[in-house]
């Protein structure tokens, strides 16, 4: 076997998975302290990165003519030619440039949306815990070389292939690679040389997950060597960009250019046979209302919209991982979230120990070991090895899967913030962890899991046998324990029954002040196993005492949970800690200042029907499991809240995904929970929930203001000219003149208000309808009394124009000008919705406000001041008087929206507040 050639690129891969896991570390040269950092960098140097090669970008060419793909460019196109086989060639000259510049800016903006999104997503790109240079790091996944020595465990995507040397329990679910949803066995004992992928049980593969149990293993090949390397199809597995708003978007685009054209053709009719048109002029003019009305650039807006959200919400920690969380974000109507880390700091302290022999307290604060142990009344304690302090400080040192490193001039956690804290302990009482682990060998393992909420490791003693170390939530402990640590003062081992009450009692005070609470047990095995398993953990346990852990609240969770109040957001803290620990955490939030409990056990003993009701009223859930989560978010959805819902674990995977918004942690959160959630927090902090939340809000709000913009413009002019054919006048606008309105305001106005940032007061509202569509009551009355409104101002301006004598291409060019002045007012005005226009902010507008109308203006003057294009349109010069009545006229339709917008909220119509 040792004959096997060192992997060079072209030699054929050795059977990794049919070595035993000592030829493997021979062959890759490794050590059990893992590669130190000029191997690899030499390896680097000859594997390259642990990267897959990114699928390649659609072609720009086709992404570009992929812009052409929609029913509302057909009828552009359509309308073009038959401009053109009309002989009008301005008019089809204008519509195809509405087309093409449609084009250019959603080619444009969608390829800046998806290299923002692609940039994204880097920022959440998965790591690795290794062993490098003796010392567990975690590194970037892509960081990986051949012979890394990498740390598994429930959750992980396993980084790159890996031949096993250590497994316990380990479940592996390799669906990507073999399409089997069952999760397989992995051990580290060589498969047979011509086991197919699936029965190779000593290897993990890249890209694979972890669904159980804890690993370790070698790394064998990286990047495209790694068998998912091979695989190709899965590259090309490219998120869509579309939401269930857009595709809505889309539908009632689709179906209002249905109806556009059914209505033209009556149009055309009956200008045709009532008002005598000739059938070529009806033609034309009919196909350039069509063009105006087909509201073509709104799903591109749209999309902008949501990717500009994107952007602001990872700006504020919340990356997003599915498109639509950025729209159901801003409905959510209930935020269920985790206690510890995204409420809590997470940087943990023991604050007090109690045993048998009494309370002690714990000074200093952080991972510092700095500052000792001390009774109530000052006298520093020093622990024997054999008293209950002693015994308490040894389990948890060597219950522990933590280290605790003095790096960047202070001390610092790798692993559990809890276990490093337990770290510290030992320190302040002049224990060494590191000495200690060495003494006491570690030979087993029952890790950490939140279902059943403990942790147990198995030792050898140095004086000869074994042990057993527990630790975990007390209460699970004191039930199995048979006798306690009672200490008689002097340092000897002392035994004596257990005291349930008086451990309870003792809870209850420590948790009353927030203090999480941590029991501690051992056994000692006279006769020395190699494996521990649940049985061993039934009878003849000894409790030792208990630690409690101070975890401050976050200052800005404070401060958000109170913006959820204020935004009729619900919070609820689910939490796996103990119920008075949990509700005094919530009182120091300010969640509640009674905050209604209910515990795991209460959820458990309610049925579907009844969990709703308690649910709903529920401030705080204690002592849950990750299957309590779900059923609560199912509970909650019955009362129709929208719910966002944190997880980190493998076992939350189901409630993120269950969730109207699955949130999961970016720094403590496995990649199980990462791939099952919809957004993930940078910061694992509440606040960036809320943050993204307001961004959800204001992207709703921008994409209804763009709505609210252009139906009532196209709308306004529409019915200027049905009038006009009505009722047998001469047209206010050319067909021609309609095209360029087009042009000239969608993509320039209409865009602007993708850039819109929130109102102010944003998060002074309640959650919006999320079943409501679109076109809620109020829009449709807007589209209405702006239409009308333009309708009116339009035809005074006609008829005085007419009044007064002009000729008919001056009204023509004053009307076109009004429509253009109308519309950008209004646009003043649809962008606060909820509030007044009429202030400092709303009048100095945005950047992307003021160069959209700077374009405007420019445009207007241009056309209608500049010889050529006065003979394309058959504009005339306006002079500044007639300007300035034009812009008098804008005024006057912005105080009356202004007014009108008052009332609605003066009398909360259309729900306003
Ligand atoms: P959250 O509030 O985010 O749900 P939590 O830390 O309160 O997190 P879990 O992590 O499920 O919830 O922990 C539940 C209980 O399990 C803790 O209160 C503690 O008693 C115990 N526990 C937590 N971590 C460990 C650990 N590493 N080893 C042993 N017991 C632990």
Avoid at 132 to 142: K, L, N
Wanted: glycine share 8%; aromatic share 6%.
């Amino acid at each position: 076997m040792n004959a096997i050639p060192p992997a060079a690129p072209a030699d054929p891969a050795p059977q990794w998975h049919a070595l035993p896991a000592e030829a493997v570390r021979r062959e890759l040269e490794v050590g059990e302290d893992g590669l130190d950092d000029a191997q690899v960098r030499r390896r680097r140097g000859i594997h390259g990165f642990n990267r897959l090669p990114k699928p390649p970008r659609r072609n720009p060419i086709l992404r570009f003519l992929a812009q052409f793909d929609n029913v509302l460019i057909y009828v552009l196109l359509a309308g073009a030619v038959a401009a053109l086989v009309l002989g009008h060639m301005i008019d089809a000259a204008v519509i195809l440039a509405v087309v093409v510049v449609n084009a250019v800016v959603g080619f444009v903006q969608e390829g800046k949306a998806e290299a923002a999104l692609g940039a994204i997503r880097d920022m959440i790109s998965p790591r690795a815990n290794v062993i490098r240079g003796g010392a567990r790091t975690s590194v970037p996944a892509d960081e990986l070389v051949p012979g890394d020595i990498v740390l598994l465990e429930a959750g992980d995507r396993v980084p790159a292939d890996l031949r096993l040397t250590h497994a316990r329990n380990l479940l592996i679910d390799e669906a990507i690679l073999t399409g089997e949803s069952v999760a397989a066995e992995k051990h580290n004992a060589p498969a047979a040389p011509d086991a197919p992928l699936g029965d190779r049980t000593s290897l993990a593969f890249s890209g694979t997950m972890v669904a159980a149990g804890q690993g370790t293993g070698i790394v064998v090949a990286t990047g495209t060597a790694t068998e998912i390397g091979h695989i190709s199809t899965l590259l090309a597995n490219v998120e869509p960009m579309s939401t269930p708003l857009l595709r809505q978007i889309n539908e009632f685009a689709r179906r209002f250019t249905l109806l556009a054209l059914a209505c033209g053709v009556v149009l055309f009719f009956f200008a045709v046979h009532a008002r005598s048109f000739g059938w070529a002029d009806a033609l034309i003019a009919v196909v350039a209302l069509a063009v105006g009305v087909v509201p073509e650039g709104l799903p591109a807006v749209i999309t902008i919209t949501l990717a500009i959200g994107v952007r602001r919400m990872a700006a504020r920690n919340a990356v997003i991982r599915r498109l639509p969380a950025v729209e159901t974000l801003g409905a959510t109507s209930v935020i269920c979230s985790d206690k510890t880390g995204t409420l809590t700091r997470n940087e943990m302290t023991v604050r007090s120990i109690i045993t048998a022999e009494g309370f002690l307290r714990v000074a200093g604060a952080g991972y510092a070991p700095e500052g000792g142990i001390a009774t109530l009344h000052g006298e520093a304690v020093h622990p024997a090895a054999t008293d209950p302090v002693g015994r308490l400080l040894l389990a948890g040192a060597l219950c522990n899967d933590a280290q605790l490193h003095w790096r960047d001039g202070r001390w610092i956690v790798d692993g559990d913030p809890m276990e490093g804290a337990l770290l510290t302990l030992a320190r302040k009482a002049d224990l060494d962890p590191s000495q200690e682990r060495g003494t006491w060998e570690r030979l087993d393992e029952i890790p950490f899991d939140s279902g059943h909420r403990f942790m147990a490791t198995l030792h050898h003693a140095p004086g000869g046998g074994g042990i057993i170390f527990v630790k975990g939530a007390p209460e699970r402990l004191i039930e199995v324990c048979t006798s306690q640590m009672a200490g008689d003062g002097t340092g000897h081992d002392v035994r004596a029954a257990m005291d349930a009450d008086y451990w309870h009692e003792e809870i209850a005070k420590a948790a009353a002040h927030g203090e999480r609470v941590l029991g501690f047990a051992f056994r000692p095995l006279p006769k020395l196993a190699s494996r521990l398993t649940f049985d061993d953990l039934r009878d003849g346990l000894v409790f030792i005492g208990l630690t409690g852990f101070i975890d401050p609240p976050r200052d800005e969770a404070v401060a958000a949970i109170r913006e959820c109040h204020t935004a009729g957001i619900a919070v609820k803290m689910i939490t796996g800690d103990h119920a008075a620990t949990a509700a005094a955490i919530a009182r120091q939030l300010g969640l509640s200042p009674t905050p209604a409990v209910a515990t795991g056990a209460d959820v458990e003993a309610l049925s579907d029907d009844e969990l709703p009701a308690l649910a709903a009223r529920t401030d705080v859930f204690a002592r849950t499991s990750p299957q309590h989560k779900l059923r609560i978010v199912k509970a909650l959805q019955t009362t129709g809240a929208v719910v966002a819902m944190t997880g980190d674990g493998v076992n939350d995977a189901p409630s993120l995904r269950q969730a109207d918004v699955g949130i999961a942690m970016g720094r403590k959160g496995t990649e199980a929970a990462k791939e099952a959630a919809q957004v993930v927090l940078l910061d694992d902090n509440f606040a960036s929930i809320v943050a993204a939340v307001s961004e959800g809000r204001t992207v709703y709000d921008n994409i209804r203001k763009m709505i609210a913009w252009t139906l009532p413009t196209n709308g306004g002019e529409l019915l200027a000219v049905v009038f006009a054919i009505a009722a047998g006048l001469a047209m206010p606008l050319t067909p021609a003149q309609i095209l360029w309105l087009n042009l000239i305001t969608a993509g320039t106005l209409g865009l602007a208000l993708a850039f819109e940032p929130a109102e102010p007061g944003v998060m002074a509202r309640r959650p919006r309808d999320a079943r409501a569509g679109l076109l809620s009551p109020f829009m449709l009355w807007r589209v209405l009394l702006v239409s009308v409104l333009f309708l009116i101002a339009l035809l005074a301006v006609y008829f005085y124009s007419l009044s007064r004598g002009d000729d008919l291409a001056l009204t023509r060019t004053l009307c076109v000008n009004a429509l253009v002045i109308l519309d950008t007012f209004y646009l003043f005005n649809v962008r606060y919705l909820n509030t007044s226009s009429f202030t400092l902010r709303g009048a100095l507008g945005t950047r992307a406000v003021l160069a959209a109308v700077g374009a405007v203006a420019l445009g207007q003057f241009i056309f209608t001041y500049a010889p050529f294009m006065q003979a394309a349109f058959d504009t005339r010069p306006v002079t500044w008087q007639d300007g300035g009545l034009l812009v008098l006229l804008g005024i006057a339709i912005m105080i009356v929206l202004e007014i009108e917008k008052w009332l609605l909220r003066r009398f909360r119509l259309f729900g306003m507040e």
